[in-house]
């Protein structure tokens, strides 16, 4: 299993906003295999689509996308 | 209004599996062609019109392809898709080519050892091997990619 995986929650947010692949992949101009690729963690998007899905739900990207393990942070280090 | 199958961003992802297709196509057309420096007389008329076939089938289907996009999207569409790197097909065809690019990479040195042992074979037979394996590969591995991906949605969705 590698040390860092993108997990996502873009699966909930369709569901409470009662959308398909579909509905989502045409609101922000990419194809359906290409959510349902993300959404199963085996395409990792680019920045791009990680915030225009974020601005599409209105929600900040940390909210939908994140990464597993520990990385280093400039906030912990002093 | 576009349906959702002819919304540009699918059209782009089926262009691509098709000309996946005629990849594939093209590297059996190689393989065929490789082979019949090996066969006797009757099989390599067989061959022959196999080859053909395949020959005819892969530029027919990069033609129809090309057609296709020409008539389904407009020229901004086009550009706006087809330049676009954002998405799984493209990834998946990255890959494919890495995949490509190596296994070639090593079929050459293979066959370049084999080439000094042998003067029964002519150039043409290792250029289509290898041509054989660099499409080959490619489209076996987009393939593959394609299939694992899934086309498990909208199942659950009731929007």
Redesign the interface.
Same mark, same amino acid.
């Given at each position: 299993m590698p040390e860092h995986e993108l997990t996502n929650r873009i699966r909930v947010f *369709?569901a409470e906003? *009662?959308? %398909?692949? !579909?509905?989502l992949?045409?609101a922000i101009? +990419? %194809?359906?295999? !290409? #959510? %349902? !690729? #993300?959404e +199963?963690g *085996?395409?990792v998007?680019?920045t +791009? #689509?990680a915030l225009k899905i974020a601005r599409y739900f209105g929600r900040p990207v940390e909210e939908i996308f994140s990464l597993t393990g520990d990385v280093p942070s400039i906030a912990t280090e002093d | 209004m576009n349906t959702a199958s002819s919304h540009p961003a699918e059209l782009a992802d089926r262009h691509a599996s098709l000309f996946g297709i005629a990849v594939l196509l093209v590297a059996l057309k190689f393989a065929v062609s490789a082979t019949m420096h090996f066969t006797d007389a009757p099989t390599t008329a067989i061959l022959d019109k196999a080859e053909l076939v395949l020959a005819l089938g892969g530029a027919g289907l990069v033609l129809a392809v090309l057609v296709w996009k020409r008539r389904a999207l407009t020229p901004s569409q086009r550009h706006a898709y087809f330049a676009d790197r954002d998405s799984f097909v493209f990834e998946a065809i990255q890959r494919a080519r890495i995949s490509s690019w190596n296994l070639t990479f090593l079929a050459l040195i293979t066959l370049e050892i084999f080439a000094d042992d042998t003067d029964r074979v002519s150039a043409d037979f290792f250029v289509q091997v290898a041509l054989a394996v660099l499409l080959g590969v490619f489209g076996l591995k987009f393939f593959v990619l394609m299939r694992d991906s899934g086309d498990e949605d909208d199942g659950d969705d009731d929007a």
């Open positions: *369709r906003h *009662r959308m %398909s692949q !579909t509905d992949a045409r101009g +990419v %194809s359906r295999k !290409t #959510i %349902s !690729t #993300i +199963v *085996r395409f998007p680019s +791009v #689509i | -």
